[in-house]
């Protein structure tokens, strides 16, 4: 027999073991079943970010005194960074002082009257001033820096709070708000760039750029020491405020040679009341025009001409793909009008330029345009023609052509090159050392200026070029709104040589003199650079039309 059997017998089956039935999760607090990990994480985040910016919004903010005036200091998320200074009425100067995602805003208030009167009647105040509004920066962003902590974390801790009902989580919110402060605090601690106020960019009263700036010799020879710009900066500030009722004519740099930089007007009329009133506001001392003024190149056309005569400064021009030979010809008999062609030089305002008209006319449908081919043609006979001045001793300061595929043939003959034609501005050092400046549509596309979603924004830019050496100083790119707007930004640019640790220029392509040993950048060769004194006031913005 083998092993009994265990199990009992009869009709009667056994029951399986009994199984404890697995108890149910307890429900959060709140009675609502947890959320899926990385759906509850970026609801976290979420409720950080919203809790913090409410935080900062709302008490997130310092009133604090800088110098002659009262100042409100806020940080802000931004996704750019860097600092923006709020000058009510006259606009914002706006710095990249550094990359992190906060910006700090200060809004200047109010200023103390008898203060800002002595220090415009009495300038030399300005160097007592330093230490004190250096002490007063730190101190307001000491304070700031400690009312953001608060902030964020009441902020995020309230926010959570209020959407968990749970402690432990509104903490966490407020804990993780901190952090990220912190972090964007030292991103930007570690990318801070006190040599920013070289490059601003205004927004705004449009000509008070080159008075809170300088001059083109004060950018370069006055910005090097962060705790001097702090002071002008004030300073200038102060005398912006103090003469906004009267706004008298800048005064320019004598030492300096302004040239504004025009192209691709194409028939816009409001082009020529804009460099009008840039003319007069810069104390422009000529003109150039990369080309494409006219649209179609008709001879019914050339009244648009008239009002050049009577800019105020003369007018240098180079023909375009949309300039005829008629237009050329009614420029030419033009008063005050210089034509550039066939790379001849002519001297305006103490420069030498030289340039070629654009061999292409593409309003006429019966020519096949020949393409950069053409155009690289064109800038081979301008360069030799520029190399043959350079080894007669007369060397070419400014080349001038419409399109840039022929400009940049000139690379090398000459320090810089001025074109337009692609409507987009650029600026670029080419290997052989010119430099290529693009200028943008000064007429903002002219006629086709409606076509697209939103209209083109017109563009010019003034060049400041030492009258001795015919070197680039600095820069201002001008940007306007175009048809039907009214915004106007200003920004500073300078060359790598002219920032402060950048490298001496040594010569130039076309021979030019460069700075001699021991002059700064910008300066008379051998003569000393002093400080610039900056403009009592701005002088009035142009009308965006």
Not at 293 to 310: Q, V
Not at 348 to 371: E, N
């Amino acid at each position: 027999m083998g092993p009994q059997d265990p199990r009992p017998h009869g009709p009667h089956r056994t029951h399986r073991p009994h199984r404890v039935p697995r108890r149910p999760r307890p429900l959060p607090e709140g009675g609502a079943p947890e959320a899926h990990p990385y759906r509850s994480a970026l609801g976290l985040i979420a409720v950080v970010l919203v809790g913090a910016w409410l935080g900062l919004l709302v008490v997130g903010s310092v009133r604090t005194p800088v110098g002659p005036v009262d100042t409100r200091m806020t940080l802000r998320p931004s996704l750019t960074g860097g600092t923006k200074v709020n000058v009510s009425p006259l606009g914002a100067l706006e710095l990249r002082s550094h990359h992190a995602p906060i910006r700090l805003d200060v809004d200047v208030d109010q200023l103390d009257p008898e203060r800002s009167r002595a220090l415009v009647k009495h300038p030399e105040r300005i160097n007592g001033l330093q230490e004190d509004i250096v002490r007063d920066v730190v101190a307001g962003t000491r304070e700031l820096a400690i009312r953001s902590c608060a902030a964020v974390v009441v902020g995020a801790t309230a926010l959570g709070l209020a959407v968990y009902r749970r402690p432990r989580r509104a903490l966490a919110a407020g804990g993780l708000a901190l952090a990220l402060l912190a972090a964007s605090g030292t991103a930007a601690y570690a990318t801070w760039n006190p040599q920013s106020v070289l490059e601003p960019k205004f927004s705004g009263l449009l000509s008070g750029a080159p008075s809170v700036v300088g001059t083109a010799r004060g950018i370069v020879s006055d910005f090097d020491v962060y705790q001097k710009e702090l002071a002008r900066l004030v300073t200038n500030v102060t005398k912006l405020y103090d003469a906004t009722a009267t706004l008298p004519t800048y005064q320019p740099d004598p030492t300096t040679t302004r040239l504004l930089h025009v192209s691709d007007i194409h028939l816009n009329p409001a082009a020529w009341h804009i460099v009008e009133s840039l003319v007069k506001q810069y104390d422009i001392d000529l003109i150039v025009d990369s080309g494409d003024t006219m649209d179609h190149g008709t001879e019914a056309e050339n009244g648009f001409l008239d009002p050049i005569s009577d800019l105020g400064a003369p007018y240098v021009w180079v023909r375009g793909n949309h300039d005829s030979a008629a237009t050329q010809r009614s420029m030419a008999g033009r008063k005050n009008v210089h034509v550039l062609d066939d790379a001849r030089p002519v001297e305006v305002a103490g420069l030498r330029l030289a340039g070629i008209g654009d061999p292409q006319f593409t309003p006429d449908r019966s020519v096949v345009p020949a393409g950069d081919p053409a155009e690289r043609a064109a800038g081979e006979r301008l360069a030799a023609a520029l190399r043959a001045e350079r080894e007669r001793g007369t060397p070419v300061d400014i080349a001038v052509a419409h399109n840039p595929v022929a400009a940049a043939e000139a690379d090398g003959t000459v320090p810089l090159a001025l074109a337009g034609h692609t409507h987009n501005r650029r600026t670029s050092v080419l290997s052989d050392g010119t430099r290529l400046m693009i200028q943008g549509s000064t007429g903002g596309g002219g006629l086709r200026a409606v076509e697209g979603d939103e209209p083109a924004d017109i563009e010019a830019s003034v060049l400041y070029l030492d009258r001795d050496t015919r070197r680039l100083q600095a820069w201002d790119e001008i940007t306007l709104g175009g048809l039907g707007l009214s915004t106007a930004e200003v920004a500073r640019r300078l060359p790598e040589e002219n920032r402060p640790g950048g490298p001496t220029p040594s010569g130039s392509p076309s021979g030019a003199p460069g700075s001699a040993p021991g002059s700064r950048p910008g300066s008379p060769s051998g003569s000393p650079s002093g400080p610039a004194s900056a403009p009592a006031s701005p002088p009035r913005p142009p009308r965006a039309r």
